[in-house]
């Protein structure tokens, strides 16, 4: 491979730090420049920064898959294992857990591996991890395994988004985070489609084995067309900040995970939650304090990109909430199977494809604002419409509802993601992008959770409104047959009202974000400050 200069990493630069002019209150801090630039600049060829992005797509691709696709699978493993449904759900709460933990590590293995060192072993465990998922023969050893799973699919997202700002030219982030963004949205819309099918007509496992051969192919590209950026100059691990925000990370998603079946009001929800919040609050203190933070908390004093997270946060909460409930209403209410509700969905993938990389041009003309504006209008019009679905809307109308949501999505979800990004100086990117991660996965995990229990205490409501309609005496109806279809009928009554006030609550939320994407950086992003350079 052709040698290429160094990259602009701040902390393997041998240039000498200004003075101090910072202080935290306690002792001056000293300021770190904005970059450094490379000694003997040279231009990165067009080719070489565009394959590098398809490897790193391709590779979050696999590690966002994986988190819908299992979805699909588990009513299957129930069966397969003999468990409750409760059991059967730590199949993805445990990789939920295990992938929270890590993702803050993240950015500190890729210093000390070296980015392409730490993404090439990233995938080779994941692939590991999906072929012992793959082979579980009861619901420990899944269980287990898909811990191991997620400890290299929590690395995969933040060492990749971090490498995708070194190689791509600053001009051209907005058509690179466009492409990166398949892995990111039209991964889990995909899912279900691809794992009904599996499901359904060839076996569960192999919504494991599948990532083998990605995992190969993947991992041979990588060591081929990858550069490494370095390695082994990382600071000195920070295990107080580690062990504040992985702890508070894991109970706060565990809490919001069990709130349902143990009680929001319970106490161990409720210890889970406030050791969650004072945890986190602490990691917070932790970092300002320290000499070498795990996470440089100081990126949220640019308001681009906490605003970015914030958007982030409602876009994803709301995206895996209708994946999660729209399936459930096909398959409860209507009798589809796993494959027919995997191709109503289908759509939105395409739609999502298409959309995101011509997003990502736009963004690169025009800047983050305008295109968020619109796809954030468009996403809430869509849920609006969606507050009327029944058991009679027709199939047609339903995929057309979700392809134009899923336009207003792709629309808005890179220009957002990258003019946060974009408004922090390069060498706190990599930070930035654990951040990046932790939200997306936390804030559909928490979204989730609180749709729940709205549709859970609207449920409720709902039963007890309609309990007269259902009579007590089975002879009052006819026949203990006929009181059955009643209440099957009431069942699917209760959900759609439920779920149409969900998606009211959801349009608000998103509305309400279109005034946060009015904040957002708007005109042509600067041009590159230099050429963005690749190290062999």
Not at 143 to 153: H, N, S, T, Y
Not at 428 to 436: E, I, K, P, Q, T
Not at 466 to 478: H, I, N, Q
Request: aromatic share 8%; glycine share 10%; charged share 10%.
């Amino acid at each position: 491979m052709t040698a290429r200069p160094e990259t602009r990493e701040t902390e393997a630069a041998p240039t000498p730090l200004p003075e101090p002019v910072e202080t935290n209150g306690h002792r001056p801090v000293p300021a770190v420049p904005e970059h450094v630039e490379p000694t003997t600049p040279a231009p990165a060829r067009e080719t070489s920064w565009v394959v590098a992005l398809l490897v790193l797509v391709a590779g979050m691709f696999m590690s966002v898959l994986d988190i819908s696709i299992v979805n699909v699978a588990i009513p299957v493993m129930q069966n397969d294992f003999g468990v409750t449904t409760e059991d059967i759900s730590w199949v993805s709460t445990s990789y939920s857990l295990a992938e929270g933990v890590i993702v803050p590590a993240s950015a500190w293995l890729g210093l000390r591996l070296g980015l392409g060192r730490a993404y090439i072993v990233a995938m080779v465990g994941f692939a590991i991890g999906s072929v012992l998922c793959g082979l579980a023969w009861d619901l420990n050893s899944m269980i287990a395994f898909r811990i191991l799973q997620a400890i290299p699919g929590g690395v995969i997202p933040v060492v990749a988004l971090t490498m995708l700002y070194k190689i791509v030219p600053k001009d051209r982030l907005g058509a690179a985070m466009g492409m990166y963004g398949l892995g990111i949205v039209f991964a889990p819309a995909i899912g279900p489609t691809l794992g009904g099918y599996l499901v359904e007509y060839v076996d569960w496992r192999l919504i494991f084995f599948i990532n083998v051969p990605i995992g190969i192919v993947g991992t041979i590209a990588a060591m081929v067309w990858l550069p490494n950026f370095g390695g082994g100059t990382a600071r000195k691990f920070d295990l107080p900040g580690f062990l504040a925000i992985a702890t508070g990370l894991f109970a706060l998603l565990l809490g919001l995970h069990e709130a349902e079946d143990w009680g929001w009001t319970s106490y161990p929800v409720l210890i889970l939650i406030t050791y969650g919040v004072l945890a986190m609050a602490l990691f917070v203190v932790i970092e300002l304090e320290v000499d070498h933070p795990l996470l440089n908390v100081r990126v949220f004093a640019s308001w681009p990109f906490t605003n970015s997270l914030i958007l982030i946060a409602v876009i994803s909460a709301g995206l895996f909430g209708v994946l999660f409930y729209i399936p459930q209403s096909l398959q409860l209410n209507q009798g589809l199977g796993a494959f027919e509700t995997g191709l109503l969905l289908l759509p939105q993938a395409l739609v999502m494809a298409v959309i995101m990389p011509l997003a990502g041009q736009i963004y690169d003309r025009i800047g983050a604002r305008w295109p968020a504006v619109a796809g954030l209008v468009i996403t809430a019009w869509g849920t609006w419409m969606l507050r009327d679905l029944t058991i009679d809307t027709s199939h047609g109308d339903l995929a057309w509802i979700l392809g134009f949501r899923a336009a207003g999505i792709g629309l808005a979800m890179m220009p957002i993601m990258t003019g946060g990004l974009s408004a922090l100086p390069p060498h706190r990117v990599d930070g930035a992008s654990a951040f990046n991660t932790v939200v997306q996965r936390s804030s559909s995990a928490i979204g989730l959770a609180a749709m729940t229990a709205l549709m859970t205490a609207q449920q409720s409501q709902g039963y007890a409104d309609r309990a007269s309609l259902v009579p007590a005496d089975p002879e009052t109806f006819g026949s203990v047959l006929g009181e059955y279809s009643m209440y099957q009928q009431l069942q699917t009554r209760v959900f759609d009202t439920a779920f149409g006030d969900l998606m009211v609550v959801t349009t608000v939320l998103t509305a309400g974000a279109v005034l946060l994407a009015l904040m957002l950086p708007s005109g042509k992003p600067a041009p590159s400050e230099g050429p963005r350079v690749m190290e062999g």
